[in-house]
C-alpha cells in the first residue's frame, strides 16, 4: 500500500466525521443529533419516501435508520403516512416543525464547506472537484457493477 | 452557496458511505459490520485505549461505540483489562482473533482507495492529496481552536 493511497481514504474519513460533528453541534439545540439531520437532509431532498428506501439512499444500517426516525417522530419533525393504495408502504415525510428549521440544516452544512475549502486556491477548488466526481463515479460502478466488472 | 462548494462535501460523504459499504460487506463472513471494523482499525492503531479515548478518536457518539464494542468482545475480537494503578481505567485490546484478521481488514482498505483513485492521473492523485490534507487541518483546527479563530 503505498501511503498516498492510505492518506486519501484517511482524510476523506476525517473530513466526514469533523463534518458531522460540526453540524451536529450547532443543532444540538433542536435536538438533532448527527444521524438525525442526515435524515432530514435526504427527505428534504427526496420527498417523502419509504424507510427501506432511506437505507438504500443513505447507505446507513436499517437499525439505525429505525432508531433515528424514532427519535424525530418523537421531536415531531418527521411523520409517517399510509398511501391509500398500499398499506404497507409506510413512507415518512418532513413535518412543518422541520421544514421550519431546515434552513438552519442548510446553513451549518453549507458554512462547514465553505470554511474547509476557505483555504484552497480556485484551480485547486476545480480539481478537487473533478477528482472526488471521478472517485465518487468509481466507487458508484463498483456497487452497481460488481468489482470484478470495473477494475 | 455555490454548487461546487455543496458538491465537494456530498462527494466526500458519498465517497465514506461506499467505502464503509465495501469493506464492511468483504468483513460479512467474519461477523464484522462496519461499526466495528473502524473500532478494530483505531485499536490496531492506537494499541489498547480506554473507551472514552476511541470515542474521541473516532469523532463516534458514546452510545454507538460502546454498542459495538459489546458486540466485539462477544465475537472475541476484542478483550477488556483492567489497569492496576487505576481501576476505572477500563482499556480495550485486540485478541489474537483479532489480530489474526486484521490483514484481511487492512487489505479490504487498501483494495477500495486503489479502486476509487484508479482513475486518477499521477498529477490528479499528488493535487488531490495536497488538497484533502489542507482541508482536514482546516477541520482540525475548527475543533480545536472554534471557528471565531481560525475563519
Tied chains: 1, 2.
Aim: glycine share 6%.
Amino acid at each position: 500500500m503505498t501511503n498516498q493511497e492510505q492518506t486519501i481514504g484517511r482524510w476523506i474519513s476525517i473530513l466526514y466525521r469533523y463534518g458531522q460533528l460540526y453540524v451536529s453541534k450547532k443543532l444540538e439545540p433542536y435536538n438533532i443529533g448527527r444521524a438525525q439531520y442526515v435524515i432530514l437532509l435526504a427527505l428534504y431532498r427526496k420527498g417523502g419516501i419509504k424507510q427501506e428506501e432511506l437505507v438504500d439512499y443513505l447507505k446507513i444500517d436499517k437499525g439505525s435508520i429505525a432508531k433515528s426516525i424514532r427519535k424525530l417522530e418523537k421531536e415531531s419533525y418527521i411523520q409517517r403516512s399510509i398511501d391509500l393504495d398500499d398499506k404497507r408502504a409506510n413512507k415518512v415525510f418532513l413535518t412543518q416543525k422541520a421544514l421550519d428549521i431546515m434552513p438552519l440544516v442548510l446553513d451549518a452544512i453549507k458554512n462547514w464547506e465553505e470554511i474547509i475549502i476557505s483555504g484552497l486556491s480556485e484551480g485547486e477548488k476545480q480539481s478537487i472537484e473533478n477528482s472526488l466526481h471521478k472517485m465518487a463515479k468509481k466507487a458508484y460502478d463498483i456497487k452497481t457493477y460488481g468489482e470484478e466488472n470495473i477494475k
